[in-house]
Each structure stands twice: as C-alpha cells, then as structure tokens.
DNA sequence: CCATTTGTGTAGTATTTACTACACACTACG
DNA sequence: CGTAGTGTGTAGTAAATACTACACAAATGG
C-alpha cells in the first residue's frame, strides 16, 4: 500500500498546485477528461484505493500535469518500455553496467551521462 | 509470435545439447521438474505455443540450463526486476543514461563498465 | 513384450491488470 | 433555488498472465 499511495498523493498534489496556481482546468475531473480516464477511477488511484494506472495513462498524467513521466513511471513501480527495449537488446552489457552502477553516487553517474552526450572517450 | 517462438526454440536447443552432450537429467520432464513446472507447460513454451513464463520461472530454466539469466529473461522478453529497481531509485540519472547508450557501440559501452568496475574516476 | 519414459493435446483455473459505468452527496455561484 | 461542477462509493468487466491436471500415443530399453 505504501507505494500506490505515494504516487496517488504525488498526483493529487500536483495536480492542486496546478489548480491554485491559477492555471484553471485541473479539478480531477478536467484532468480526468484530458487524460482520458473516469474521474472515479483518478479519484481512487490519487488517494491509493487503486494501484498505479498503465504506463500510457501514468504517462499522458505526468505530460498534462507538467512532470517528468520517467519520474512519475518509478513512482507508479513501473519504467518506460523504451528503456526496457534498449536493456534487452543488449541484455548482458546493460545489466552489468547497471548493477555496476547500483552503489555509484549520482555526481559519478551524473558525469559518466556527459562524458557520454559529449562524446570524450 | 515471432519472440515467444525464438525464446522457445532457444530453450530447446539449449536442452538439447545438454541431453545430447552425455549430461543426463535433461529430458523436457526432467528439466520441467527441477524448474518447478508442469511437462506440458514446458512444452508448449519451447514450441512457442504459449508466451514465455513468469521471470522467476525462466531464471530458473536459464540456471538449470547453464545460460546467462539475463539474456534468457531478454528473449523472453523481460528485464530482471533488481535492474529495474536500480532504474526506479533514480529514474531521471538512469533514463538519461539508457537513453544516450541507445545508439552506443558495443565497444564503448564495455569500456564504460570497466572504467566504473575499475573506478577510474 | 511389458514397463517406463518421452513429448504432446485438451481443457481448464486463479490472479492480476487496467480499467468503465453510473449514481450519489456536497459545495459554489449567479 | 436550481444547476453546474466537485469528489467519491459501488459494482462491475475484458483481457492478459501464469500456470495446473490429466490423459494419450509413440519410442526406448531391459
């Protein structure tokens, strides 16, 4: 129960921040409506009734409410399947980079993803 | 049908070496058994008739059978789920990284794992 | 030739996933 | 005051997931 809740209340808080904020059009039904869902079935899920939607629907939340998707994915339990194509293409490289990189602090991995974008090897 | 198919035939021949190769205890039955599963499940999966099984279950069929996890939990589909914790306790760190890997040689991916393995930082 | 072992066919099932549909009560506001 | 919009409760469902149980026919082996 801990996680769903943390993702609903994730949800729901952001959402409120968007409401107050001003920028009318995110009640839970309106967010409902743009992402495409029943407004009880978001109702549920903001307060952990209900688990974690799809990863589509997690998605289209995380695009309307301005949030990094891959972000709220983990939060949902879940990772963005276009990640998961690129681990199984290249099963054994991956896996081995990623538990090597499990107890790497964030500066280190940080910086190995710039040596990467910049091209130093 | 096509990856459920060659996940299948991959554990046949797999099994089949083993069986062939002297190393006795590796008929369908048998490894059905030492994996915990039905002999016709097994069947039906080696002829791709059914998707791939549960990620525990091809854990298991990758390790009676001498083959890395990672690989067969690939064909079949998958990514072990340590990896996908790993992903998810710092989703923004690793998505970025994954995706900037993407179009990576093999090569430089390599170099990459040894230089954290080795720390040369 | 009889018992065992082998792979396979058929017919299910329990659980999880990812939702929908509709009705209800409360509040707000014009 | 009514009506529009708000969140929520109840009761489902279709499809996917991950299997089991049992029976059968062909091959194998002592």
Redesign the interface.
Known sequence: MGREASFGEFVRSCRELKADGGEKGFSLRKLAERVGIEPSYLSKIERGQQPPPGEETISRIAEELGE?P??M??MG????S???E?????????????????N?P?K??????RE??DGE?
Chains 1, 2 share one sequence.
């Open positions: 990094d891959d972000v994915l983990a339990g879940k990772v963005s276009d990640l998961l690129v681990i199984r293409s290249r099963p054994r490289l991956f896996a081995d980079l990623i538990r090597e990189l499990k790497t964030d280190a991995v940080l910086r190995l993803v990467v974008r090897w």
